[in-house]
Nanobody, 127 residues
Framework: QVQLVESGGGLVQAGGSLRLSCAAS????????MGWFRQAPGKEREFVAV????????NYPDFVKGRFTISRDGAKNLVYLQMDSLKPEDTAVYFC????????????????????WGQGTQVTVSS
């Protein structure tokens, strides 16, 4: 079992930056694809970023591409989401997710593909 705990959320003005962290425990996540998702009130959970188990590949939806960066630190069992040029529409609860894989190319964008989730951290961007 993998336990995930997100941190780093908060209130920021539009144009500002935040860095979210996802701390994993229970086992190493070195062979897990790691994703970030977000959910705003009244909306479905949506894909924000994913990184392969090796850290060599990443993927983002167009609406965050160039603004958000996902990375991982295998030694510390941590995953990060650097968020720059934040917009009010980025306001949501952000979730970290993990899925074990044997494929270096496995980077799911569908939240149903992930077995492990954190509790989420609130990000609020004011205009």
């Amino acid at each position: 079992q993998v336990q995930l705990v997100e941190s780093g959320g908060g209130l920021v003005q539009a144009g500002g930056s935040l860095r979210l962290s996802c701390a994993a425990s229970g086992r190493t996540i070195s062979n897990y694809a790691m994703g970030w998702f977000r959910q705003a009130p009244g909306k479905e959970r949506e894909f924000v970023a994913v990184i392969s188990w090796s850290g060599g590949s990443t993927n983002y939806p167009d609406f965050v591409k160039g603004r958000f960066t996902i990375s991982r630190d295998g030694a510390k069992n941590l995953v990060y989401l650097q968020m720059d040029s934040l917009k009010p529409e980025d306001t949501a609860v952000y979730f970290c997710a993990a899925e074990r894989t044997l494929s270096r190319n496995f980077m799911p964008t569908d939240p149903n593909k992930y077995d492990y989730w954190g509790q989420g951290t609130q990000v609020t961007v004011s205009s």
